[in-house]
């Protein structure tokens, strides 16, 4: 089983907003990662998680607040977002951060108006 | 910069012939490899990995690595109309603790039936 979860999967928000988006993974796997993708570009990496430490934060804007409250589950709380931050949320995740391989959750398509 | 680069297409090739899809990479340390299949609106599917020079199959779908010319592909046989989607290649990024990957822009690829 290579699933990962992600909720909600789709979400419209204003910019003075509060949300999260949720991701769970039954794996095992130890890393973690938040993915940012627009529209016909690849994902941009945001975040990584290793054994529930946060071991790279891609110089992201503090308005996305990423969060691994055990090992399966990984969040990221957004608050005062801007309407360029609209895109496809994608959260993976691997057996650890060595060179293994990642698997994607489905996403979630964020609207900010 | 640690840049992948792929031919973005749209390439199209007619039912029940041979997908070429090419990836170059610009860090020489790089150990793993990976082809992901993203249909529009969806997220990334991973088709293929591979770590060693030579090919790699699986089914109809074919990877070739040569990391002395830095050139990563894929072939897809019997092409069908299900396999048009973006097929991103993405390159493990060598060096540090941290392990992240890099990926290309994509290649767009549409079998006409």
């Known amino acids: 089983d290579t699933e990962v979860t992600q909720t909600p999967k789709h979400l419209v928000m204003g910019m003075t907003n509060k949300k999260s988006l949720k991701c769970e993974q039954h794996?095992?796997?130890?890393?973690m990662y938040w993915y940012k993708q627009k529209a016909k570009k690849p994902p941009e990496l945001m975040f990584v998680?290793?054994?529930?430490?946060?071991?790279i934060n891609e110089s992201v804007p503090s308005r996305f607040s990423p969060e691994c409250p055990n090992s399966s589950l990984l969040n990221l709380h957004l608050h005062a977002l801007q309407p360029e931050d609209s895109a496809l949320y994608l959260c993976a995740s691997s057996q650890d951060t060595s060179t293994d391989t990642q698997y994607f959750g489905p996403g979630t398509r964020l609207t900010v108006l | 910069q640690k840049e992948v680069e792929q031919n973005s297409g749209p390439l199209s090739v007619p039912e029940g012939a041979i997908a070429s899809l090419n990836c170059t990479y610009s860090?020489?340390?790089?150990?793993?490899f990976f082809w992901y299949r993203q249909y529009s609106g969806k997220s990334p599917e991973l088709i293929m990995f591979?770590?060693?020079?030579g090919d790699k199959e699986d089914g109809r779908f074919t990877a070739q690595l040569n990391k002395a010319s830095q050139y990563v592909s894929l072939l897809i046989r019997d092409s069908q109309p299900s396999d048009s989607a973006t097929y991103l290649c993405a390159v493990e990024n060598s060096g540090g603790s941290n392990y992240k990957l890099t990926f290309g822009k994509g290649t767009l690829l549409t079998v006409n039936p």
């Open positions: 998680y290793s054994y529930e430490k946060l071991s």
């Open positions: 591979i770590y060693s020079n």
């Open positions: 860090d020489r340390g790089s150990q793993s």
């Open positions: 794996m095992g796997h130890r890393a």
